[in-house]
């Protein structure tokens, strides 16, 4: 039964969660807007003003800094004047801001500004940790005027009334909330409270995205579930007993709070009277006795209760208590007295624990655990002092949730100290987050920006097309002698190569009525060799090229050679390309102002090999374009986002200065990856940018490729991280001597974490692998600074194709352009957005 409890439970959980049911849900799993525990590092000074059932409870906090070890606390309590919990709302913050007055006016406080953590035992609906409209009162409480405003706001009107203007209220929480934060220490951080004392409830630390009813997305919030709820709709009616039909008849709310009304230490002693009432009306209780004195609400308290059941001293309570209602019990009728009181006791401990697994369920699924181990922070009268409630609500628990493991902790200081652990790692938070904001400023392109650099590039693109203007151009615009596209016919056996980045691959094609085929084979150029001479990169080409042919049978063919070579190059013909410069890591001596089909014919004669017939070479843009164009005639241009950037189009011939003839089309390699290498994108790039430049083998080239391909994403990233621990606010601080490393943050890594779901596993794996130990919030932490470098790779990427597109629009007269951008490069494949 206690295990379709706890599944009735987590049922009920989700429809809080969610956005779409969450109105009709009894168990309301509030968002509280606390996304984070104590780390240690909070300091400063806080004051915490507590709302109690009778009284107002301020308190002072000076935290240190040093992992909370000493905090220093002063603290004062008011009683608070009967008719208050009933009268004017205004009258309840009147009186709260006069204790503040009288608390601060008692310890000479200093008069700069003071944040103030609110402890508000009742339910609330959250819109940030300083925004939340007090649901209904409970507990006695009736204030008229307060339910649906804003209780932060009418607190801090009265603090300002009483010209306490020093005073800011930052922070404002519920009592589950408070014990979850005073069970938590730097390194041993509590996320689950249980709060079981007059009323009920729990709380936990929740994964941000699931909270629907928080915009939050990322990270984790603390939701107060609000449980006392459970089973308004009528879940438990098959486990509700005739006893508690009766507690629920004869409460101030019946049909409300029903499993409140199972647990809470306000209705234990009733249902214990309710049980007696009816046997002793049987006669199975108390003969000869009157009995009359049972039918009075409330002469069974919780405190007799729990003294009855203690053990040694059980029998000799239930005697007096018993004796002191007048009634005269036999031996037998105090054992059973006993009997009944652990029965309700230790029901309301299952019923607890059923909750707890609940949660514990939950949060072990969300994070993806296979096992959780969390703490759990108890505060409750009937935990206090007595052994047997905390024994069965730890041992049910384990049973009902077996995957988790929860170590309670009692709450020592009731909820007050929580309070200012709240208020300071709000504060610490919101610090953190505005020099997050200031690191990543630079980072985060606006439309207008955005716009800009469209407008630069078409601006640079018109430069590079002149015939008189090219040299000034830093988009070279380079003719590429391809001056139509594919209509699907074409059909024939090709060889092919392709180099121009990570992998040098030779290919068979073959183009037939069924489709195309193909065989390739991948060889790895090392880095000595593409650093090296010209002549052994070729050299080494030529040697790839005949193993290929001999693994194909092709030694006896001369096959018509494409070779697709992705460096800008000057074309003078479809088979004669000057290379102009590397890029992409590159660097082989003795090639550049060469063609490179020419250096290919000489390796292929020092290497003895007769038999190549070079017809074409293109870039990979252009070969891109082609085979796109192959099944979609309006594909007109090539996108790369691999090892580096580029992109081709169809130009119109008399646009193109460098060539003669006005007539039709002609594909443009713009070689686009070193936009800006004149100096017009300076102000876009960043300190990351120039730090990634600096230590490449090309400073100061490629400058636009440099913000967007895969080469680099991951050394900006891990640039921003590094600056990220200087400034203490990732992995607190603690050096990072692998993250020095050049490269070791790969470019495929944020896809994995861009993509991760959100337990953030892959994130941790990712650092773990780094030597880095995350906490969730340095994962969120990293996983925003690689959207943020994805993101503007991205949309510099759009910018630039946008000018592209546009320029073939106004090229054209029309004013709607459809056409299609065939796209290649592992960055624009693999990456998740
Ligand atoms: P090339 O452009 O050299 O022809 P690719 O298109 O395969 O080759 O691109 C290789 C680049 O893709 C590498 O620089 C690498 O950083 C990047 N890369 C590899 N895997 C991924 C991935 N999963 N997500 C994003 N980028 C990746």
């Given at each position: 039964m206690l295990q379709v409890v706890k599944g009735r439970m987590l049922q009920a959980m989700h429809k809080g969660l969610s956005r779409q049911t969450h109105a009709q849900a009894n168990v309301r799993m509030l968002p509280t807007y606390i996304c984070s525990t104590p780390d240690g590092t909070e300091k400063g000074d806080l004051l915490v003003v507590e709302l109690c059932q009778s009284h107002v409870r301020t308190m002072w906090v000076t935290l240190l800094g040093d992992g909370n070890q000493s905090p220093q606390v002063m603290y004062k309590i008011f009683s608070m004047p009967g008719d208050i919990m009933q009268g004017k709302g205004e009258a309840l913050f009147d009186f709260i801001a006069q204790c503040v007055r009288q608390f601060l006016a008692g310890i000479s406080s200093p008069q700069h500004r003071l944040p103030l953590g609110f402890v508000f035992p009742f339910s609330c609906r959250h819109t940030r940790l300083d925004k939340a409209e007090l649901i209904s009162w409970s507990k006695g409480f009736s204030c008229s005027d307060v339910e649906g405003k804003d209780i932060v706001q009418l607190l801090q009107s009265a603090i300002n009334k009483q010209e306490l203007y020093h005073v800011d209220v930052v922070a404002l929480m519920n009592d589950t909330v408070g014990t979850m934060m005073t069970c938590s220490m730097a390194g041993k951080p509590c996320e689950v409270a249980l709060v079981v004392g007059t009323g009920t409830n729990s709380c936990f630390m929740a994964m941000a995205q699931q909270v629907e009813m928080a915009e939050e997305t990322s990270g984790q919030m603390c939701v107060s579930t609000e449980w006392g709820c459970f089973g308004d709709d009528g879940t438990l009616s098959d486990i509700l007993t005739p006893y508690d039909q009766c507690v629920d008849e004869e409460s101030s709310n019946p049909g409300e709070k029903r499993f409140e009304k199972l647990v809470s230490s306000l209705y234990l002693g009733e249902i214990v009277r309710h049980v007696l009432t009816a046997l002793a009306a049987e006669k199975a209780l108390f003969i000869g006795s009157n009995v009359a004195v049972l039918r009075t609400k409330g002469v069974l308290k919780i405190q007799q209760v729990l003294e009855i059941i203690d053990n040694e001293e059980g029998m000799a309570e239930a005697r007096r208590a018993l004796e002191a209602l007048g009634l005269r019990p036999s031996e037998r009728d105090c054992c059973r007295v006993q009997q009944i009181c652990q029965a309700v006791v230790s029901r309301a401990a299952t019923l607890c624990a059923a909750g707890l697994a609940a949660i514990l369920s939950h949060m072990c699924q969300s994070q993806e655990l296979k096992r959780l181990v969390v703490n759990v922070g108890v505060d409750s009268e009937l935990y206090r002092g007595h052994t047997r409630f905390g024994e069965i609500l730890q041992s049910v628990t384990e049973l009902l949730a077996p995957e988790c493991m929860a170590t309670l902790l009692p709450s020592i200081d009731g909820t007050g100290w929580g309070a200012a652990m709240v208020t300071a790692v709000a504060l610490r938070l919101a610090a953190q987050r505005h020099e997050v904001d200031q690191v990543l400023a630079p980072l985060r392109l606006s439309r207008a920006d955005l716009q800009r650099v469209q407008a630069l590039m078409r601006q640079e693109m018109e430069l590079g097309l002149g015939w008189e203007s090219n040299a000034n151009a830093s988009v070279r615009m380079l003719p590429t002698y391809v001056c139509g596209t594919p209509n699907g016919t074409e059909r024939g056996e090709f060889l092919v190569l392709d180099l121009g980045g990570t992998n040098f691959r030779v290919l068979l094609v073959r183009m037939a009525k069924d489709g195309i085929h193909m065989a390739s084979k991948i060889y790895v150029i090392p880095t000595t060799i593409t650093q090296g001479t010209g002549e052994v990169l070729f050299d080494h080409i030529i040697e790839c090229i005949m193993d290929f042919q001999l693994k194909h049978n092709l030694t006896e063919q001369v096959l018509p050679l494409g070779f697709t070579f992705s460096f800008p190059c000057q074309q003078l013909g479809l088979d004669k390309a000057v290379l102009l410069s590397w890029t992409k890591g590159f660097s082989a001596s003795g090639c550049v102002g060469q063609d490179v089909v020419q250096l290919l014919q000489e390796a292929a004669q020092r290497k003895q090999h007769l038999g190549l017939k070079v017809v074409a070479v293109v870039n990979d843009t252009v070969g891109t374009m082609m085979s796109c164009g192959y099944d979609d005639p309006k594909c007109e241009i090539g996108l790369i986002v691999g090892t580096g950037t580029n992109a081709c189009y169809m130009e119109e011939m008399q646009n193109v200065g460098a060539v003669e003839g006005e007539q039709g089309r002609m594909c443009i390699n713009m070689e686009w990856g070193a936009f800006g290498d004149n100096g017009c994108l300076d102000d876009i790039f960043t300190d990351f940018d120039r730090l990634v430049d600096e230590k490449t083998?090309?400073?100061?080239?490629?400058r636009f490729e440099k913000l967007i391909s895969g080469m680099y994403l991951g050394e900006i990233v891990r640039h921003i991280l590094l600056a990220l621990v200087e400034k203490q606010l990732l992995f607190r601080g603690k050096p990072c001597p692998k993250l020095q490393i050049k490269g070791i943050f790969q470019t495929k890594f944020l896809s994995a974490i861009e993509i991760d779901g959100l337990a953030l596993r892959q994130v941790r794996a990712i650092l773990q692998d780094l030597e880095l130990q995350a906490s969730l919030e340095d994962s969120v932490l990293v996983r925003e600074v690689c959207q943020t470098v994805s993101l503007r790779a991205a949309q510099l990427c759009a910018a630039g194709l946008a000018a592209v597109v546009e320029k073939m629009r106004e090229n054209r007269g029309l004013a709607q352009l459809a056409v299609t951008v065939g796209v290649d490069g592992t960055l624009y494949k693999m990456h998740p957005w």
């Open positions: 083998i090309n400073a100061g080239k490629q």
